[in-house]
C-alpha cells in the first residue's frame, strides 16, 4: 500500500509541475516574447509550440486525474474504515467541501489549458486573448495548490498539535519544540492513512466511548496517539 501510495503522490506532483509550469513559461515568457515579433512570425511559432506542447498538456490532466481519483478513493476509505474521530472526521475538517471546490478548479484549469493548446473552433475565443486566459488560468491553478496543501495538512504534518478541533487550531512549533516532543522521531503524521494499526486514530476511537458530534473527544487523526503516549 505505502508503494502505491508513494507511485500515486509522485504522478499527482509530477503531473502539476508539467501542467502549472506549462502555463507559468507560456504567460510570463514566450507569449510576452512573441509580441517582439511580427504577426506571420508570431501565427507560425504559436502554432509550432502548441503542436509539440499538446501531448504534455494530455499528459500532465491524464497523470493528475488518474492519480487525484485514485487518491481521494483509497483516502476515503481508509478514514471511514479507521473510524477517524469516531466517523466525524470529514464533516470536522470540511474536507470534502475543500475537496469540492478544488476539483471544480482543476476543472476549470483542464479546459481552460486544453483549449489554450487545442485547435476547436468552440475554444478559438480562448486563443484570440491567449495572455488574459493564460493569467486566469494560472490563478486558478495557484488556488488548487493551495487548497491541497490545506487538505494535506488536515491529516498530516509535524507541526499539528493535539487539539479537540482539528483543522481549526494547529499550533505551529519550532522545530526544537517539535524535537523535545520527539514529534520526528519516528513520525506517525499520516500513519493512519497508511494503515499502519501500532499509531493513529483508529487505537483512539476503538477505545474511547462514543462521542457525540459536538464533542469530539479524538479528533486530532495523525499526531493524537504521539500525545496521548
Ligand atoms: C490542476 C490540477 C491539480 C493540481 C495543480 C493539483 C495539485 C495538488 C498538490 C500540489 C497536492 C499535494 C501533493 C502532496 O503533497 O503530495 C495535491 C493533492 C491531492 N490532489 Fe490534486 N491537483 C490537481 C488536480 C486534482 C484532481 C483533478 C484530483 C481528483 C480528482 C485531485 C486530488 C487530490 C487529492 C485527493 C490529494 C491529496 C489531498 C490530501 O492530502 O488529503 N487533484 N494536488
Known sequence: MDALLLVLRWSHILGAVLLVGGLAFLRFAFVPALEETDEETR????????????PFVIIGITL??????????????????QGWANGQWMRQTSYH??????FLLA?????LSS?????????????????????VTLGFAVAIIMLSGWL?????????????????AME???PDQAAAEDRYEDSQAGSAF???????????????????????????PANAAEQAE
Open 43 to 54: 501565427n507560425r511559432l504559436h502554432e509550432s509550440v502548441r503542436r509539440r506542447w499538446l
Open 64 to 81: 493528475l486525474l488518474v492519480s487525484g481519483l485514485a487518491n481521494f478513493l483509497l483516502f476515503n476509505s481508509a478514514v471511514k474504515e
Open 97 to 102: 467541501a475543500i475537496f469540492g471546490v478544488k
Open 107 to 111: 476543472l476549470a484549469v483542464f479546459y
Open 115 to 135: 483549449g489554450l493548446v487545442g485547435r476547436s473552433g468552440g475554444t478559438a475565443w480562448l486563443r484570440r486573448d491567449r495572455a488574459r486566459w493564460l493569467g
Open 152 to 168: 494535506r495538512n488536515l491529516h498530516t504534518g509535524p507541526a499539528a498539535s493535539a487539539t479537540a478541533d482539528p483543522g481549526v
Open 172 to 174: 505551529v512549533m519550532t
Open 194 to 220: 497508511r494503515g499502519d494499526d501500532s499509531a493513529g486514530p483508529a487505537t483512539d476511537s476503538e477505545t474511547s466511548p462514543a462521542s457525540t458530534p459536538a464533542e469530539p473527544v479524538d479528533a486530532e
